[in-house]
DNA sequence: TAGGTAAGTTCCAAATAGTGAAACTTAGTT
DNA sequence: AACTAAGTTTCACTATTTGGAACTTACCTA
């Protein structure tokens, strides 16, 4: 009723509450959060002591800072494996690495947002979660536009309408119709190129992940700089990625409803 | 009042849900979550609609299945980078591997168990999230016993009192007073073995990682099997591991206060 | 096509859990 | 000792949650 659309029962806050403590992206103290809440002071503090007894937060009683708990890495392992086409495609990612030589990003929709879920760079193996679990915008960036123009039309229309068409350079498309039009030919063409639509001299070409039914699994993409490559020197890639994407898809299917895996540690 | 210990609140409920869709591994249909739970019907429903909306689990209409969602994606990787040492770990276990070529776990204490973070096998790299992210017993394992031994008083007390003391092997300690005992002679040797009290066969060598301040931070263990090894030749590795332990903490000490990093996808 | 069964969804009065202003307790100043 | 800020608890008030039961699909089966 106040401002933000969800703000539906304790689950809802509490859950609000994890979020932040996320976004700080390192312990907190109590004061902090409460300058940065909606929430009243006593019913911060009963969240926080909350999801502190379930384990989603960890409270060091030394420094008075909270932290995200243990029990979100354990979800975490499992979301991994779950919801994620990352396990699934991470051997096929450090194989195109290897080859390609260029920065690769695995991506999924988030909403109307991309999220990265996996990425390799060239030279050195980049640490896994370094950039990883970052979210950016779709209407400007390779994987986004990718999975977009590949998405349902319905899904397609409501991400068109939420995106904010903030221009970040010159070539960052700022309105609906453009970004319409660009998917058209990203259809047509087969794939989709970020011009330094994101960053300046930043360039990339990306791919969309499709299952077998046409469902957007998510999104491969090759990133480099405009020193070193053209469109359309990326564009030879192509190929190559295409392999690539073709059996992540494939894999990702077969494990669609595995039986549960029997293991011991 | 009925069975468990804490089953607080409404967040406390939907996150038993969010665990018990986690457990399957795979997406879940309602009644097969509704079998297993001790929710009734309509609870339960309302539970996972709330879930859903909130994005912490994906519901996939044509399936009807639900599984874990892109917000716990995303948070999974804060926690990852945030609660645990495993990315701090990471390079020093590679080495570790590489150098002993036997097993390698990392690992952290979840309440009362042991919650596996990483692991190396030794010829072949393990995938990451294969067996990461399960958990085991604290009383018949290395790393179990090893950071139990050097928790603080209150905590180490909580945890032995919780503990099962199911007898897996011959060997399984199955009293507290044993374990207790145990705990003393780790103390003063300075690390803990496994002496085929999980599984018969399986032996290990374990250290806990501490700070500074004498927290357990984790635990480290390596792994054999008595075929291979005995308990005294694992106890040689005890030095290379004191050094890969020692690295650790230091590395994970630094971190505890980062600024916050500007990054950009 | 009717009739049956299981799965999923909605209802609503009763019960419970959540709310937040304010009072209180620490811990750290000056 | 008096002041201040940070964190914690209280309690009457309310809003949310609860779950048995009824309802609606959707899919079998005869």
């Not at 392999?243 to 549960?260: H, K, L, M, Y």
Request: hydrophobic share 40%.
């Amino acid at each position: 009723m106040t401002e933000r659309s969800n703000e539906a029962g304790t689950v809802g806050k509490a859950l609000n509450v994890l979020d932040q403590v996320a976004a700080f992206g390192r312990p907190v103290k109590f004061s902090e959060l409460l300058e940065s809440s909606d929430y009243p002071k006593a019913t911060l503090y009963r969240l926080l002591q909350t999801l502190t007894q379930q384990g989603m937060l960890s409270y060091d009683s030394d420094s008075g800072a909270y932290a995200l708990g243990v029990r979100l890495v354990r979800l975490a392992h499992q979301a991994w494996r779950t919801a994620s086409i990352a396990p699934v495609a991470r051997p096929y990612l450090d194989a195109l690495s290897l080859e390609i030589g260029e920065t690769v990003h695995l991506a999924q929709l988030d909403h109307a947002q991309v999220l990265y879920v996996d990425k390799r760079n060239a030279a050195v193996p980049v640490e896994m979660y370094s950039q990883a679990g970052k979210v950016g915008p779709v209407y400007c960036t390779g994987v986004g536009k990718a999975m977009l123009a590949w998405s349902r039309i319905d899904a397609q229309s409501r991400i068109i309408e939420q995106q904010s068409y903030h221009k970040f350079t010159d070539n960052t498309l700022t309105s609906r119709r453009a970004l319409r039009a660009e998917l058209d030919i990203i259809c047509s063409r087969g794939f989709a190129f970020d011009n330094e639509e994101h960053e300046p001299g930043i360039i990339c070409v990306a791919l969309p992940i499709l299952s077998q039914g046409g469902e957007v699994l998510g999104g491969l993409s090759v990133t480099s700089t405009t020193a070193r490559h053209s469109l359309d020197t990326l564009a030879e890639l192509v190929p190559h990625m295409k392999t690539t994407v073709g059996r992540i898809a494939e894999d990702a299917e077969s494990w669609r409803f595995p039986d549960q895996i029997k293991e011991h540690v």
